[in-house]
T-cell receptor
Framework: NAGVTQTPKFQVLKTGQSMTLQCAQD?????MYWYRQDPGMGLRLIYY???????DKGEVPNGYNVSRLNKREFSLRLESAAPSQTSVYFC???FGTGQYFGPGTRLTVT | AQRVTQPEKLLSVFKGAPVELKCNYS??????LFWYVQYSRQRLQLLLR??SRESIKGFTADLNKGETSFHLKKPFAQEEDSAMYYC????????????FGTGTRLQVFP
């Protein structure tokens, strides 16, 4: 099993550009999550999906949209990137307690 | 409000010294508590959860409901323990969603 995979690993965007971060899991988990990790702030939940077809806002959803394409895939879209969105983005999945994380995407917005 | 507090941003010890990473929480019900570890430039990994009452890599953590704490301890630190440690909380009836603390960086010097 690959677990949770994310693409791309690194990305540099200019302000105003858009992009989609991809996440997939092969563990048949119902729930999936997107976090951002910033120094001194820990991990903050952007959006989550408790099951296929449902999504809910987390702590910091502004500037982001998500799509739960199917049970395996959960994508995060930045429609108009801003420098404040420079961060490391982690996807995670879970079934019951405990979450499993992807390797992260390091995004820089200039 | 649900909250996880890790008061120390950085904890530095020498190899062989005891380690205690502090975690306090606020939650109105009966939470589940977790410790996650993130080695340099790697994904977060679940280290242990309080319901398992296990010891992983020599680390233990006991849930103290009276003091609302879940401190992580290890009697003899090793250099390979150097990493970022996050304490996290989830509610019993919403077990999948986690609230993270801001993390403590543990540095173990030779």
């Amino acid at each position: 099993n690959a677990g949770v995979t994310q693409t791309p690993k690194f990305q540099v965007l200019k302000t105003g550009q858009s992009m989609t971060l991809q996440c997939a899991q092969d563990m048949n988990h119902n729930s999936m999550y997107w976090y951002r990790q910033d120094p001194g702030m820990g991990l903050r939940l952007i959006y989550y999906s408790a099951s296929e077809g449902t999504t809910d806002k987390g702590e910091v959803p502004n500037g982001y949209n998500v799509s739960r394409l199917n049970k395996r895939e959960f994508s995060l879209r930045l429609e108009s990137a801003a420098p404040s969105q420079t961060s490391v983005y982690f996807c995670a999945s879970s079934f019951g307690t405990g979450q499993y994380f992807g390797p992260g995407t390091r995004l820089t917005v200039t | 409000a649900q909250r996880v507090t890790q008061p120390e941003k950085l904890l530095s010890v020498f190899k062989g010294a005891p380690v205690e990473l502090k975690c306090n929480y606020s939650y109105s019900g009966s939470p589940e508590l977790f410790w996650y570890v993130q080695y340099s430039r790697q994904r977060l990994q679940l280290l242990l959860r309080h319901i398992s009452r296990e010891s992983i890599k020599g680390f233990t953590a006991d849930l103290n409901k009276g003091e609302t704490s879940f401190h992580l301890k290890k009697p003899f630190a090793q250099e390979e323990d150097s990493a970022m440690y996050y304490c996290a909380l989830s509610g019993v009836y919403n077990t999948d969603k986690l609230i993270f603390g801001t993390g403590t960086r543990l540095q173990v010097f030779p």
